[in-house]
């Protein structure tokens, strides 16, 4: 298959886990290069970024910096979407449902972006420059269960790992509603690849991350199931698809 995977940002104001990996100046480039790493590992075709800003999290001073990807105009990020994706012609795309995972002005403006970006693809009468209309699919939402946030945080207890960030995700209902999971994959076979991959993001996961704490506890058997949600518009009478591409 071929995996196109389209980033908005470099993550220029995210967390720096060592100060000898990288600067605020320079975290931007060198996130690059770990996106490039990570992607490598897991055999994305290719890597698309739109070159905006990172808007940084919720109620910071980057969410109104003028280049920031939450702060840019609808129309703007529609066009160059659309663009991706009538010339890939996906038989699926994944983005962030709509509270982007825990959030994130970015995950959040990135599923708005795509869902309006999906429809526009698909209209005879929008931007025609930019190729034939294109109607994906299948549009899948990444999701986090709320059982695997406790699943977590039980099995963490259970190392004797600080368990505070989990309990307060659990508190306030983060996650999304088992109920409504449309597709669990067991990704067990691919775990190795995806810590792999986890690996290559090394200014975000150093060696105090509690996930990588988790892992080391706990052992390569965590996290081996992905959950998504099909979207509306990709919704059948029939049962939600098994896989995430088209039969």
Request: proline letters at 6%; glycine letters at 8%.
């Amino acid at each position: 298959y071929r995996v196109v995977l389209v980033c908005a940002t470099r993550g220029e104001l995210g967390e720096i886990s060592d100060p000898a990996l990288a600067t605020p100046e320079t975290l931007g480039e060198v996130r690059e290069q770990e996106l490039r790493c990570a992607a490598a590992a897991l055999g994305i075709s290719e890597l698309i970024f739109l070159d905006y800003r990172d808007s940084g999290m919720a109620g910071t001073e980057g969410n109104t910096d003028p280049r920031a990807f939450a702060a840019q105009p609808a129309d703007a990020v529609v066009r160059k979407l659309v663009e991706v994706i009538r010339r890939e012609r996906p038989g699926a795309i994944l983005t962030f449902e709509p509270g982007g995972g825990y959030g994130h002005p970015d995950h959040i403006a990135a599923h708005h972006h795509t869902m309006a970006a999906l429809s526009a693809a698909g209209t005879t009468t929008y931007a025609r420059e930019l190729g034939a209309p294109w109607r994906t699919p299948l549009t899948w939402w990444s999701v986090l269960p709320r059982s695997a946030f406790r699943a977590l945080r039980d099995a963490m207890s259970s190392a004797g790992l600080d368990t505070t960030w989990a309990d307060e995700l659990i508190e306030t209902s983060a996650g999304w509603p088992d109920d409504e999971v449309d597709l669990m994959l067991d990704i067990a076979a691919w775990t190795d690849d995806k810590w792999r991959a986890s690996e290559c993001h090394a200014t975000q996961f150093g060696e105090n991350n509690l996930i990588r704490q988790a892992r080391e506890s706990l052992g390569p058997g965590l996290m081996t199931h992905e959950a998504f949600v099909l979207a509306a518009d990709s919704r059948r009478k029939d049962a939600p698809p098994a896989d995430l591409l088209p039969s």
